[in-house]
């Protein structure tokens, strides 16, 4: 019957201790282990498949106890291999070998190798400059040229210390180019300044340290924008650090987030400070926050109101704000100075009515809200007007007999509203002439339903005064009572007199009765 042992690979192998005399078979290696009851994995069986573990097991081996530099030698008195001291079989002219010399002193030291001069190997140590050499590559293309100084190829591993590296690319030790040759260009290599500190880190692409000296080409931020470009000469995006002149004084301190020079071209961020002109003028007071000079510019905002150049020079409200436009003074006092032509509206403005108010909430007894002064050496005056036309203002047609012309209105609060009081106004009579419009002036007020009720109407025909009511003349007691309440009478003057009950009118010379 068979006989199987324990058994598994020598890796499970090396995990237990066998009991003293318990066999292991490596199902990986094809060897035979016996346990001593102590030895993790056992100890190999010798002829068994394990093979020999030292020379000392082979037949045609004595080496016996070795020490260091002792090299194998064959007897063929014994049929052996055994262990020689390296003195003992030393190259050179006094054991034969005529075309090997050690130098004068005929001794090597750690690190000589045989260079053959075209007589001999000569023991040479690269330390020394007598003789050089040149590598050559599998391909027999020239490594190092030692005519040249030259290295060429590719440099796997290890540091590169002094010297120039021409042509070719610097790989690691994982053989990832590290220095790519053809786009001149390092791949993962990080910067460090004097003091070990990382000036530049590869894995996040962001300069620490500060950058002094001159620089050319363009400038692109971790997701491949552009922060500055070379052809302009404008930075896009956000500079972190010092920046420094060309006289290598500090321009901006990154500390205290100062210029400390003059800045020329576009400026977009956060900026404190004062700010000069060429000449040193000042336009901005960054003290004060005043801005000093003139603003020229085809478009200002200031929060919802523009000014701007493409409206017909205007300043509007944005279409998002409030309905409310005002024009103040910083005081309660002071005036709005409008000092050319104004106007409310326009020519080819279609909106809906225009209104102009004055609002006033202080008592204006003995002033006049709305005033205009006038001075001129002639005989003529201001005037206030109103300019009426059927049509549109873009295309006007002639009014007709009846259309209101224009009027003054007075209303007052009842308790709820505004309503209607009284006012004149002017109406068109007739048609249209070529130097003037027949107007008829009415003088009314309002009636208890709120209707226009006419008082007085003086016709453009003939000038004729004509009165709704009755018309109430001034009454005086007696003559005396007249001639103090009168006392430049003119001609055509009508009066009443209590004292006879008589209607009395002045003749130009005397008031004489009219009934």
């Known amino acids: 019957m068979a006989l199987r042992l324990r058994r598994g690979t020598n890796a499970e192998r090396q995990l237990i201790t066998p009991a003293q005399g318990e066999l292991i078979y490596t199902t990986d290696t094809k060897a035979l282990y016996i346990g ?43 049929s052996q291999w055994q262990a020689q001291n390296g003195a003992g079989i030393a190259l050179g002219a006094a054991d034969g070998h005529t075309d090997i010399s050690y130098g004068p002193d005929n001794t090597a030291v750690w690190g000589d190798f045989l260079l053959h001069d075209g007589n001999q190997f000569i023991s040479q140590g690269f330390s020394n400059n007598t003789h050089t050499i040149s590598v050559a590559g599998s391909d027999s293309a020239i490594m190092v040229n030692h005519a040249t100084g030259e290295l060429s190829g590719n440099l796997i591993s290890g540091d590169v210390k002094g010297g120039n ?8 030790s994982n053989n990832d180019v590290f220095i790519d040759n053809s786009i001149k260009t390092a791949n993962g290599l990080s910067i460090k ?51 420094y002149a060309g006289d290598s004084t500090k321009a901006f301190s990154r ?107 202080a008592t204006t007894q003995g002033t006049t809200t709305i005033r205009t002064f006038h001075a001129s050496d002639t005989g003529f005056g201001n005037t206030y007007g109103t300019l009426r036309a059927r049509g549109t203002k873009a295309s006007p047609t002639a009014v007709q007999s009846g259309d209101q012309l224009g009027a003054y209105s007075a209303g007052a609060w009842n308790g709820s509203a505004y309503k209607a009081a009284g006012g004149i106004r002017f109406l068109a009579s007739a048609t249209p002439e070529a130097n003037r419009i027949p ?37 005086f007691a007696d003559d005396a009572a007249r001639n103090a309440a009168v006392t430049a009478p003119a001609a055509g003057m009508i009066v009443f007199n209590s004292t006879g009950t008589k209607f009395q009118g002045y003749t130009g010379a005397a008031w004489v009765d009219l009934n």
């Open 193 to 243: 300044a004097d003091d070990g500190t990382v000036a530049y880190n590869s894995a996040t692409k962001l300069f620490t340290g500060d950058l002094v000296g001159n620089m050319q080409g363009d400038i692109y931020s971790q997701n491949m924008t552009k922060v500055f470009d070379n052809l302009t000469g404008q930075w896009l995006g956000d500079i972190q650090g010092d920046l």
């Open 165 to 172: 590296v021409v042509g070719g690319d610097m790989l690691n």
């Open 36 to 78: 001593d009851g102590t030895t993790a994995g056992g100890i190999v069986v010798q002829g068994a498949g394990g093979g020999a573990t030292s020379l000392n097991d082979l037949s045609d081996v004595s080496v016996g106890s070795v020490t260091d530099g002792q090299v194998l030698t064959y007897s063929t008195a014994a």
């Open 255 to 361: 500390d205290t987030s100062t210029f400390t020079g003059n800045f020329r071209g576009i400026f977009d961020g956060e900026m404190k400070g004062s700010v000069f002109a060429d000449d040193s003028t000042l336009l901005l007071d960054g003290i004060n926050g005043v801005l000093t000079a003139q603003v020229e510019t085809d478009k200002v905002t200031a929060g919802n109101v523009v000014i701007s150049q493409y409206q017909t020079n205007s300043i509007y409200l944005k279409t998002n704000a409030a309905k409310v436009f005002t024009i103040s003074t910083e005081d309660n006092t002071g005036s709005i100075v409008l000092s050319r032509n104004s106007q409310v509206g326009g020519s080819a403005d279609t909106g809906n009515n225009r209104t102009f108010s004055v609002y006033n909430d």
């Open 439 to 475: 107007t008829n002036i009415e003088l009314y007020n309002s009636a208890s339903n709120g209707d226009q009720t006419v008082v007085l109407q003086i016709a453009q025909t003939d000038s004729t005064a004509s009165f709704t009511g009755p018309v109430k003349l001034p009454v």
